[in-house]
Structure formats: structure tokens, C-alpha cells
């Protein structure tokens, strides 16, 4: 019976394993190199064919044209498949969909694959039970019928790892639809199982027994202080960035529309005095949506160069001027202005193109920070901002997305006393939900500094947060809850895809610093970090203290659920 997974992370990694088999153009170097794999490799460790290191002779298949390419394989003992592996040549790789498949070309799993991701091995997780000497095929679906090969590499038949592959291990079967890759080849088309064998029992020792000591317990350590005293999250002490307070400037008082917050900010751009622009209560009405290329409702305004930023808030207090409708708020091109104590709950935003801004002291079911059409975008605060209250259930999208496009770079990005509860997806979806993603779609843009400080993130269907490709930041003074423990606050639906692993900071992040943070779930390997202080992970390595067990309570005492009534008392 075919069964669908629904697509898990596909994030560009380092490889998982540890052993030393390296694919290279010779039949004699490959072969010694898998003696030496097969006799270091653990009985329960997860195990596959090709090295952890390993990397494509050509980039390009000389065989070409779009199909399902993988690779043939049947394991010693039973065990458990966790996923398929495979090498991403290009950063706009055609592949689409990852499937496993039995020796009769039934398809047992699939899972759908974003093509867009920076070049590297990519790891998409499946669950598959395989049984002994039984044969099955890995493989994936490239659209754009150019992929990464090794020639040679199966040109005799092999057994790594308890893993034998015949001769022309490395199948294809090419057509305009996922099928069933029969046709054999020599060539390695670089896809990979992760394959953990059963435990073998252990035999029962005959002859006398003596009695056994009672074990010593050993003392449970104290609960780090990052569990006893610390608070992430929005406590009403975080600000803009050179943004003055009501009281410390000159005061232009507007009706609650657009029109006239807008018309205020122009009048006032230029000028080199402190500025707030008072919005009288009630409801502002319009927005235009909060797409990619929604226009905005305040678009192409502001002076990025000014001498502190415009701050536009409610003169009555947060919360008494609320954005109305259900299209969706967006802000363009928006330059040297704080939007601050304004309520965006009933309305999703969007930020694009936007230089030395602001979003504050509000609720918001969904945030996009874009940069398009080479426009850069720079030093963005997201402060005291709540993306969800509670749980949203069918999503089809991420919490808050920061997308760069047509080359545009997204640089100082900064989530400060930020709270993000997850999105979840109903079963058999085969969207890609995360709550805080970074990508860039087109284009060779860069995401740089990016900061999380006094944040607090919980872990949706996919991933928590997931980078792309990051470079340089910090995480400071901030917790992520991720999978079982993030469920212990947000139990996913009856109807939900069922989360089972802790996939939590995921992606690629390099030169990351990390103080005083908590990360309750699972850290990418391709997460590189220029310091580690003063923090915990659940493995407890690469600088981590290791994280003791998390309950509810400990959640509710460090992260403070936002409701209103809490905001209410510090907003």
C-alpha cells in the first residue's frame, strides 16, 4: 500500500554518520575503502552506502533529462529507514520529491522537496521498516534532469555498512513523472539511505549467578538557572532602535487612517527634531494584502538617514487603534519609522524593501520580512511582537518567513522580547510548515545578522527555526521549545501531522554566537558557532551544557504565555 509522509526537513547538512567509505572514479580505491567501513561500522548505528564526506566527480549527468534517479540496495538485517539523502548541485536544483520503493517498484514512502536550498547534502526523513535481504531503491525526482554523478562507483557488486548493491546499483528510469527508477547504471547519482539495523538480541549467560549490588543513585543535579530564573520573551522593557518614546518628542496628532499616517511621515521626513505620530483610537480600515507583492499601505516613505526614527503609535496606549479587515497589512519601502502599540491580531503583515524600521508591542497571526527587486533590506526590529497566541491549526505556511529575492540582502534582521507560537498542519499535508524561516527564493542574496535576543519559539509541524544559510548573528537570553517538549504548551490536533522528532534549529547558520539560551530540541550540524556561552541544548555538545529534563511548569514560569491579559499587565 503506497504511503504519503508528509515532507520533513531537507535542509542542507553535513553527513550523519561516522565511517570512512569515500566514492571515487576507481573500482580499487572504492573497494578498500569499504573494508575499512564495514569493519568499524556499530550494529545499531545509522549506517548508508556513500561517504559522510562524499562529494560528486561531475556535477552534471551526462546522462540528462527530467526522472527518478537513486540507488539499489538490500540490507543484511532488518532494521528501520530515517531517511533518504541526496547531493543538491545547484542552488535551484530541480528536485522535487524523495521516494522510497520496493523491489516490485511499489512506491512505500514519499516526501515532497523544496528545490530551493544552497548546494550540499540534503536529509529528508521518512520512516520505513526494511527487512533482511529484501531489496529497495532510494531515489528522488529531479525536474531539471541534471544530476550530480560519480561514474564507476557500482560497477561491480559491493556490501558496505550490511548494505549490498548490486552491479548498476545506481538506477534511473526517466519520464515527465515520478516513476519507478529499473533502469540500471554504474554511476552513483549520489542518493543515500540512512539505515539503522535492529539491536541483536543478547544471549543468556548459563552457569552460577551471585547476587547483584543495588545500584547506587547517583544525585540529580540541580535545574540550571536558564530554568529557575530566567523569562524570555515580551516583558514590556525591549524598544526600537533609535526610536524616541512619546514623551521625548514632538507630537503630530492624525485621524486612524493610512492616508494620514502617511501624509504625517512625509511631512516629516526631512526634518532632524524627535517626532511621534499620535493616532487618535479606533479602527484603521484597508490593507491590500500581505504577499510577496502586495502593494503597500504606506509605501515608499520615510528617510532611512534620519536622525532617529519617526515613531508612529496609538495616542491612547496599545492597543486602542486596531487594523481592520482580513486581506492583509503590508508596509513597502518604509524607511526611518517605528510602528508601534498598534494591534495587527485580526490581519497578517509584510515588511518589504524597508530600511531602519520598526514593528512593535503587537499581536500579528503571521509575519514576512521580504526583500524583492534588488532592494535591500537593513536594520529591521521586530520588538515585543507575538506571532500567535496559541497553536494555529490547517496552516499551509510558516509563522514568519524572512525571504530574500532577485539578489536583494537582508541584513540586521533582530527578533527582541519576541514570542512565536506554532503553526500546525492537518495530517497527510504536504506542505512545509516552520515557524521561523529564512530563505532566499531567487537570486544570490545574503542573510546576515540576524538577531533572536530575549525570544522565546516554539517548534511547528516542520521545523522551529531554519536558516538559510545565515551568516554571522547571535541568539542571546532566549529559549526554543521543540517538538515533545513544545507539545507539552501546544499538543498538535487530532487532525495534525503527528511531530515525533525535535527539529528545531535546522538549516545552515555559520558564525553564530550564542549566550545564555536554551534549546530544548535539535541543533543542525551545519549550525557553525563563534562562541557558546552560558547555554544548554538537549545533546549537551559544541559548547552546550547538557539540558535536564523541561516540564510544563518550567515553560509556563520562563516563557509566560502571552495572553491578553498578560500583555495587558506589561504593555
Known amino acids: 500500500m503506497f504511503a504519503e509522509i508528509s515532507p520533513q526537513d531537507a535542509s542542507p547538512t553535513p553527513r550523519r554518520r561516522t565511517r570512512t567509505l569515500l566514492v571515487t572514479a576507481t573500482v580499487a580505491s572504492f573497494v578498500g575503502a569499504i573494508l575499512t567501513a564495514d569493519a568499524t561500522a556499530a550494529a545499531t548505528t545509522a549506517v548508508g552506502v556513500l561517504s559522510d564526506t562524499a562529494t560528486p566527480q561531475i556535477l552534471v549527468s551526462p546522462i540528462t533529462g527530467r526522472g527518478e534517479v537513486g540507488l539499489q540496495f538490500s540490507p543484511d538485517t532488518s532494521g528501520s529507514l530515517s531517511a533518504v539523502q541526496f547531493y543538491q548541485n545547484a542552488s535551484n536544483s530541480g528536485v522535487t520529491s524523495a521516494s522510497v520503493w520496493s523491489s516490485t517498484g511499489e512506491r512505500l514512502a514519499t516526501v515532497a522537496v523544496n528545490p530551493s536550498a544552497p548546494i550540499g547534502w540534503r536529509t ?8 533482511a535481504g529484501a531489496t529497495y531503491t532510494v531515489s528522488v525526482y529531479d525536474s531539471n534532469g541534471r544530476p550530480p554523478v560519480t561514474e564507476d562507483a557500482f560497477a561491480t557488486a559491493l556490501t558496505v555498512n ?25 554511476y552513483s547519482f549520489m542518493v543515500d539511505p540512512v539505515f539503522t539495523p535492529d539491536a541483536a538480541p543478547t544471549s543468556p549467560v548459563e552457569g552460577p549467578t551471585e547476587p547483584m549490588e543495588e545500584p547506587v543513585a547517583e544525585p540529580t543535579p540541580p535545574p540550571p538557572a536558564a530554568l529557575t530564573t530566567a523569562r524570555y ?45 499620535c493616532v487618535a483610537p479606533g479602527n484603521i480600515v484597508g490593507g491590500n494584502g500581505a504577499g510577496s507583492s502586495s502593494r ?31 486581506k492583509g497589512i503590508s508596509f513597502v519601502g518604509v524607511k526611518g519609522v517605528s510602528i508601534v502599540g498598534i494591534d495587527f491580531s485580526a490581519q497578517p503583515v509584510m515588511i518589504r524593501n524597508a530600511q531602519s524600521f520598526g514593528l512593535g508591542y503587537t499581536v500579528v497571526p503571521t509575519l514576512l520580512v521580504t526583500g524583492n527587486g534588488g532592494n535591500d533590506v537593513r536594520d529591521v526590529d521586530i520588538v515585543e511582537v507575538v506571532a500567535g497566541v496559541d497553536a494555529r491549526v490547517n496552516a499551509t505556511g510558516d509563522r514568519v518567513e524572512v525571504k530574500s529575492a532577485d539578489g536583494s540582502d537582508i541584513d540586521g534582521v533582530r527578533f527582541v522580547g519576541f514570542y512565536a507560537a506554532p503553526n500546525y498542519k492537518v495530517k497527510g499535508s504536504t506542505a512545509h510548515i516552520d515557524t521561523v524561516q529564512f530563505v532566499t527564493t531567487a537570486g544570490d542574496g545574503v542573510i546576515s545578522n540576524v538577531v533572536f535576543d530575549d525570544a522565546a519559539v516554539f517548534m511547528s509541524s516542520n521545523q522551529g527555526v531554519i536558516a538559510g544559510a545565515n551568516r554571522g548573528g547571535s541568539i542571546s537570553e532566549s529559549a526554543f521549545f521543540g517538538g515533545p517538549i513544545g507539545q507539552l504548551r501546544y499538543p498538535v490536533y487530532a487532525e495534525g501531522y503527528q511531530i515525533v522528532g525535535a527539529n528545531m534549529l535546522h538549516g545552515t547558520w555559520s558564525n553564530l554566537q550564542v549566550t545564555e539560551s536554551v534549546v530544548a530540541g535539535n541543533i543542525a550540524t551545519s549550525y557553525s558557532f563563534t562562541e557558546v556561552f552560558g547555554s544548554w541544548s538537549a545533546k549537551g555538545d559544541r559548547g552546550f551544557q547538557k539540558l535536564t529534563s523541561i516540564t510544563l511548569e518550567d515553560i509556563d514560569r520562563i516563557a509566560p504565555m502571552p495572553t491578553p491579559e498578560f500583555l495587558a499587565s506589561i504593555w
Open 296 to 326: 503597500g499601505v504606506i509605501e515608499n516613505v520615510g528617510n532611512a538617514q534620519r536622525a532617529s526614527r519617526i515613531l508612529v503609535s496609538a495616542c491612547d496606549g496599545v492597543g486602542t487603534v486596531k487594523a481592520v479587515g482580513d
Open 162 to 186: 550490511g548494505l549490498s548493491t548490486p552491479v548498476g546499483a545506481g538506477v534511473y528510469s526517466y519520464a515527465a513523472a515520478s516513476v519507478f527508477p529499473a533502469t540500471p547504471s554504474a
Open 124 to 131: 529528508v526523513p521518512v520512516d520505513v521498516q526494511l527487512e
Open 233 to 277: 520573551g515580551p516583558d514590556g522593557t525591549h524598544w526600537p532602535t533609535n526610536t524616541p518614546r512619546a514623551g521625548e518628542a514632538r507630537v503630530v496628532t492624525v485621524a486612524p487612517t493610512w492616508a494620514a499616517i502617511s501624509n504625517a511621515i512625509k511631512a516629516n521626513a526631512t526634518s532632524s527634531d524627535a517626532v511621534v505620530i
